[in-house]
């Protein structure tokens, strides 16, 4: 049986909350950045099943949500890619595989996390999972906006209607964008428990994600609304997997530059799935994941 323990790291005026799976010395571990920003890491919870390969899985809680410290009344200055970048290269380094080496496996957000922290071509880092992640927040925004052309009129009226009024905490926008999401984020309905879990936290303390992005998936009028990594990702030196779903809100268009870009990469996109193969099609994501990683652990044998 696979066991877990949890600790706490406290750095400076923050504390981040993490959970190792399995082994660290069996195989290169695998880290898991999760989205959001600011939706805790729950809604992958059900990756600790990769575990079961027998390399370590770590999942953590980035700052200002979940089970690490949170801090609402915070200078909305302080959330910054930096600061979660900083984060991640601390919790590499009390784990202690910084140097030893590591996976990175970043989804949504977290992808967008991963590649920022993959293109300063740190040592360890043994190879790159880009899960259902944009390379534009701008090409995100745009796709966002043909997707929402095809929903029904009187949902898409709804939205308009409300973002315009400035009214987007109303239960009718929430219920019409509550369409967008189980077409484009989760197709599994209703959702799956620990994915419940981190909208639930989310609800809680949305903090991180209102600040950094804006009231929803397809509203993103945050301090990251003008990201991107499009023209930095020629240095991202790893092997590099891209993994989407065929109705994704991130979309062909917002992966291709990490398609046509990165050197060493490839691509696969799954059929049933938006957001979240994961959960939408766990087989087939299990089996592109440590199929990848298996190949790039034995080149480096």
């Given at each position: ?257 990490f398609a046509e870009n990165i050197p060493d990469v490839r691509w696969t996109v799954f059929p049933e799935s938006s957001h979240m193969p994961f959960v939408e099609e766990p087989e087939a994501y299990d089996a592109a994941v440590l199929g990848f990683l298996d190949e790039v652990d034995h080149a480096v044998r």
């Amino acid at each position: 049986m696979v066991t877990s323990t949890e600790a706490v790291m406290e750095w400076g005026d923050y504390a981040t909350w993490y959970r190792v799976t399995g082994d660290l010395e069996a195989a290169t571990p695998l880290v898991i950045l999760h989205g959001g920003p600011g939706m805790a890491h729950d809604y992958l919870d059900s990756l600790t099943r990769l575990a079961d390969s027998g390399r370590a899985v770590i999942h953590y809680d980035q700052v200002g949500c979940g089970n690490s410290s949170h801090h609402p009344d915070a200078d909305p200055s302080m959330w910054t890619v930096e600061l979660f970048v900083e984060e991640l290269t601390r919790l590499l380094a009390t784990l202690g595989i910084d140097q030893s080496g590591y996976h990175l496996l970043g989804q949504s957000w977290g992808g967008m996390l991963a590649a920022e922290f993959a293109v300063l071509q740190p040592g360890g880092l043994r190879s790159l999972i880009l899960s259902n992640s944009p390379a534009s927040i701008p090409t995100w925004t745009a796709e966002a906006r043909r997707l929402r052309l095809d929903l029904p009129d009187e949902v898409r009226d709804t939205l308009d209607r409300h973002e315009a009024a400035g009214t987007i905490d109303d239960p009718e926008y929430l219920a019409a964008a509550q369409v967008f999401y189980d077409r484009h984020v989760c197709r599994v309905v209703p959702n799956p428990e620990e994915v419940q879990r981190s909208t639930e936290q989310f609800t809680q303390d949305p903090t991180v994600y209102l600040t950094m992005n804006g009231p929803t998936e397809f509203h993103c009028i945050g301090t990251i609304k003008d990201w991107t990594i499009e023209d930095r990702v020629h240095a991202i030196s790893v092997p590099t997997l891209l993994l989407t779903g065929a109705y994704d809100e991130a979309t062909e268009l917002t992966n291709r530059p990490f398609a046509e870009n990165i050197p060493d990469v490839r691509w696969t996109v799954f059929p049933e799935s938006s957001h979240m193969p994961f959960v939408e099609e766990p087989e087939a994501y299990d089996a592109a994941v440590l199929g990848f990683l298996d190949e790039v652990d034995h080149a480096v044998r």
